[in-house]
C-alpha cells in the first residue's frame, strides 16, 4: 500500500516530498445558491483546481439539459435546480470520468478514512489525509454513481479535500502503469509548478474529458514534430468525447504556439465545450442538442456561457452567426486594446466556428 501511495505522488507531482498546498486542500465542488438563475454552476477556485471543477460543472451541465428526467422547461432554463438534482449531477458528472479512466470496465473511489490506512517510509511527506485513503473498485457504472451519490458530501462539502479526492480517485481509475504509458517523456506527470502553486498539464486535462491522459490535443497520433521525426509518437486524442475542449491565448497567438485543437475535441456528443482561455477555464454551452448533428442549426444559434467565478452573477448569452462576414473590420473601436478589439472569448468561439460573428447581447464582454 505504501509503494501505492508513493507512486501516486510521482505520477502527480514528479516526486514524493511535494504535498498539496492550502488552496488545492481548500477546494471541494460547491454550487451556487439552490433554486437561482445559476443552481447548475459550481463555484471554482482561481488556483490549480480550477480546470478540475469545470471539467465538473461541464458534465453536470450535459446531465441536467440532455440526461436528467426532469420537465422540459426546467432543463432549458437550468434554472430552479434544487438540492437533489445538483447532487444527482455531481454524483454523475464525477462517476463519467472515473468510468472512462477505467476503460468503462471498472472504476475506483477514494473516501478518507478515520485511521492511518500505511505507515508511510522515510522518504514520504507526511499530509494527514493521503495516509488515510480507502479504495472503493466498481465494475458496474451505475454501481460507482450510487456510491459516489451515497457519499457526495465527501466531496461537496467545505473540508473535505473534495477535488483531491476526485483526482485521486481518477488516478486510481486509470492505474498508475496506464498513465505512465498515456503519458511521453516530456509529460512524466500530470501537475506542475507555476508561481508556488501546482498547475494542470494539458494531460490531466485530457484525462478527465477522455479516460487517456494523453499531452496533446490533436486527433491520433503523430510521427512528428516541428516537421522533425520523434523518438517515441506524440499521442493525441483518439476518440470524441461527450464533452469537448476549445483553447485559445493571445500570448500563445502573439508567438504562433497556440495548439490546434482536433475535431475529437472540437465536437463532442454533446454541445457543451469546457474552454481554456488564457490558461483560465470556463464553460461554452448549448441548449440544443442538434448543434452538433444539423448542420443547419450551425447558421445562427446561441452560446450560453459561465465562468466560474461569484463575481458572474448571470449566464451570458451569446449569440453566434457564421454566415455574416468582415468580423474584424467591424470589431468594436478599441484605442488599441487587443482584448476590447478582438476579446478572447470570442477569438475561442472563431477555432470552432471560423469567421463567426459574435453578438453579445448588451452584455459588456469579458471571459
Given amino acids: 500500500m505504501v509503494f501505492r501511495f508513493q507512486n501516486l505522488r510521482k505520477i502527480l507531482f514528479g516526486g514524493t516530498f511535494h504535498v498539496f498546498n492550502y488552496e488545492w486542500r481548500k477546494s471541494f465542488f460547491q454550487f451556487r445558491e439552490l433554486n437561482s438563475e445559476l443552481s447548475y454552476a459550481l463555484e471554482t477556485d482561481r488556483g490549480g483546481a480550477g480546470p478540475i471543477q469545470m471539467v465538473v460543472q461541464a458534465r453536470v451541465i450535459k446531465h441536467l439539459l440532455f440526461t436528467h428526467e426532469s420537465d422540459s422547461h426546467r432543463r432549458t432554463l437550468l434554472c430552479e435546480v434544487g438540492q437533489r438534482e445538483q447532487e444527482k449531477a455531481l454524483a454523475a458528472a464525477l462517476s ?10 471498472s472504476a475506483t473511489v477514494t473516501l478518507i478514512a478515520k485511521d492511518y490506512c500505511i505507515t508511510p517510509h522515510l522518504d514520504y511527506k507526511l499530509d494527514n489525509f493521503t495516509e488515510k485513503l480507502q479504495l472503493f473498485t466498481f465494475n458496474k457504472k451505475e454501481d460507482v454513481t450510487k456510491f459516489i451519490f451515497d457519499h457526495i458530501q465527501s466531496f461537496k462539502e467545505e473540508g473535505s479535500h473534495g477535488v483531491i479526492l476526485f483526482l485521486y480517485s481518477l488516478i486510481c481509475s486509470r492505474t498508475v502503469d496506464r498513465l505512465k504509458e498515456d503519458l511521453d517523456s516530456n509529460n512524466s506527470h500530470l501537475l506542475y509548478l507555476s ?34 521525426p520523434v523518438e517515441r509518437p506524440l499521442q493525441g486524442v483518439m476518440s470524441r468525447s461527450d464533452v469537448g475542449y476549445l483553447h485559445w491565448s493571445r500570448e500563445q497567438m502573439e508567438r504562433d504556439s497556440l495548439p490546434q485543437v482536433g475535431s475529437m475535441l472540437k465536437t463532442p456528443r454533446f454541445p457543451v465545450w469546457v474552454c481554456c482561455i488564457n490558461s483560465s477555464c470556463s464553460v461554452l454551452f448549448s441548449v440544443n442538442r442538434s448543434l452538433l448533428s444539423d448542420w443547419k442549426m450551425e447558421h445562427l444559434f446561441d452560446l450560453h456561457y459561465y465562468n466560474g467565478q461569484s463575481s458572474q452573477r448571470t449566464t451570458t448569452r451569446l449569440t453566434v ?14 484605442d488599441g486594446d487587443p482584448e476590447k478589439r478582438f476579446p478572447s472569448l470570442e477569438m475561442t468561439i472563431r477555432t470552432k466556428w471560423d469567421g463567426a460573428v459574435i453578438d453579445w447581447n448588451s452584455t459588456a464582454p469579458f471571459y
Avoid: I, K, M
Wanted: aromatic share 8%; charged share 15%.
Fill in 321 to 334: 452567426d457564421t454566415h455574416s462576414h468582415h468580423w474584424e473590420a467591424a470589431s468594436r473601436d478599441s
Fill in 96 to 105: 463519467d470520468s472515473l468510468w472512462l479512466a477505467g476503460q468503462e470496465l
Fill in 195 to 228: 508561481l508556488g502553486n501546482f498547475v494542470c498539464r494539458q494531460a490531466l486535462l485530457n484525462l478527465l474529458l477522455t479516460g487517456r491522459a494523453t499531452p496533446h490535443v490533436f486527433n491520433g497520433t503523430a510521427y512528428l514534430e516541428d516537421g522533425s
